[in-house]
């Protein structure tokens, strides 16, 4: 080992990935040690670290060239010490010239007046806040108009960022790449149209309400007529992530559907509005489109204020399966207040979809329409690697037992089914056609009728969903 070059040593550690093993291996010698020191450039802590600002000097002064560090307190209680605070992330300003990526999640000490500190960081260029409380709309509009190179920013359950002026700096500058707002209360749809021209650097963007208050934003902001009147440039977006929000015609987040060209992933989860004109549309425009997910909402569900029809049907599959030659995983889903004759998409809507298109993972839930039928379909369906089936009680063993013929598949997943035994899963015993075999809630098959049917099976039963 002391024949090494340097160059190569460096090469060796870069290859070990966890963390305990690389700690372990920084112990064998000196050299190793320092050489580990001066290359280590991810640093992920937490409840352990105590007394944290002094454990926080000394792992930075150990690895003066960390790029990357997580600073997570999941879990914390007072007795395991007292966490960051404000006096830490000046630490990090002043010892981690190279950083680049921070992530803060559960940081309950940490207020608007130590985001400041981040402004020295140069270099920083990723910004995830997961749940601190005590960072507020000020904090994040100090730091934005610091850190000129923010690429990537992030906020989860910020439940005190209220003020917006943020995003209306951003969209000034026009860096952001990935924003991901997710259950902040203050912030809605409306507030978005201030994120201005920054819309078209966008490559990335979540944004999920939260749904119990939902209702009261809603109604104090139904003026986002102004979205009509302003362009909403969305051309480089890759991904689009949207959960409990309401899609009105012509404002809000449908002008955002309206101008995506080059997505490749759209997730709509419980989004009331989505019409089948959206999906056709988005069809249409963005034909490299490899990946949706519909969760779709139930008649009796959402704001009574919008009365847009929200019912998807084959339409909107028929127009996927013409434009997007390249869609390869698909999710459909509905919720537990959906009546099964009103099922939205039909089993013929379903199959002309995996019928044209190389559907690689296919996840059904609560999908009454699918049954036997369409699993004696999916016999043909070349490409099909993994098949994922929650709530669909319309499969029986005898559906379930076709498995053993699908030309390619790999990883089944059953969910809460109700139509299926040992028996449907006998036929794959033994073969270990599959990979892997995941079965969670379904009360009529066993852990002992699992044994055998894939290379890996997994197996869990909680009832509690049937009372």
């Known amino acids: 080992m002391d024949d090494l070059p340097n160059q190569l040593v460096w090469e060796i550690l870069g290859r070990i990935k966890n963390t305990v093993d690389r700690n372990n291996l920084s112990l064998a010698c000196k050299r190793l040690y320092h050489l580990d020191n001066e290359q280590r450039k991810s640093l992920r802590v937490g409840c352990g670290l105590d007394p944290a600002n002094e454990s926080l000097t000394c792992l ?63 270099k920083l260029s990723s910004l995830k806040l997961n749940f601190t409380p005590r ?29 917006v002026e943020w995003l209306e700096y951003l969209g000034k500058l026009e860096t952001l790449e990935d924003l991901s707002i997710k259950n902040c209360r203050a912030i809605g749809e409306g507030d978005l149209i201030k994120l201005g021209p920054s819309w078209r650097k966008l490559k990335r963007f979540q944004f999920e309400v939260d749904a119990k208050y939902r209702y ?18 969305c051309e480089n977006m890759q991904e689009l992530s949207l959960v409990n929000c309401i899609i009105s015609p012509g404002r809000g987040l449908a002008c955002v559907l309206d101008q995506c060209k080059k997505l490749e992933k759209i997730h709509l989860d419980m989004c009331v509005g989505v019409r089948d004109c959206d999906i056709i549309g988005l069809a249409r425009r963005s034909s490299d489109l490899r990946g949706i997910s519909l969760r779709s909402p139930s008649d009796f569900w959402g704001p009574l204020s919008v009365n847009t029809p929200s019912r998807l049907t084959d339409e909107s599959l028929k127009a996927l399966a013409q434009n997007c030659s390249q ?95 040992d028996d449907g899963l006998k036929p794959l ?8 075999l995941a079965v969670d809630d379904c009360p009529q098959i066993s852990e002992r009728g699992i044994q055998g049917a894939a290379k890996s099976v997994s197996f869990k039963q909680d009832l509690s969903w049937m009372y």
């Open 216 to 233: 009261m934003k809603v109604y104090d902001r139904l003026a986002v007529d102004r979205w009509q009147k302003q362009w909403v440039p």
């Open 327 to 421: 869609l390869e995983s698909v999710r459909l889903s509905f919720t537990e207040g959906e009546v099964p004759s009103f099922a939205s998409f039909t089993l013929n809507g379903i199959l002309t979809l995996i019928k044209m298109c190389p559907i690689r993972e296919l996840a059904l839930d609560h999908v009454y329409s699918f049954n036997d039928d369409g699993m004696q379909a999916l016999c043909s369906a070349e490409c099909l690697e993994s098949l994922e089936l929650v709530r669909c009680q319309e499969v029986s063993d005898e559906g379930l037992q076709l498995v053993s013929q699908f030309p390619n598949l790999c990883v089944l997943r059953l969910n809460k089914c109700l139509g299926v035994t």
């Open 135 to 163: 960072i507020g709309g000020c904090g994040i509009l100090s730091l934005v108009m610091g850190c000129k190179n923010l690429r990537i920013l992030h906020l989860i359950r910020c439940i005190n960022v209220s003020s």
């Open 429 to 436: 015993v033994g073969s270990y056609k599959l990979e892997l």
């Open 60 to 122: 930075c002064n150990r690895f003066p060239n960390l790029t990357r560090i997580e600073i997570i307190y999941s879990g914390w209680m007072s007795k395991a010490g007292k966490q960051l605070d404000d006096d830490g992330l000046l630490i990090l300003s002043n010892n981690c010239p190279s950083l680049t990526d921070l992530t803060l999640s559960y940081c309950t000490f940490i207020t608007d007046a130590s985001l400041s500190y981040l402004t020295s960081c140069s």
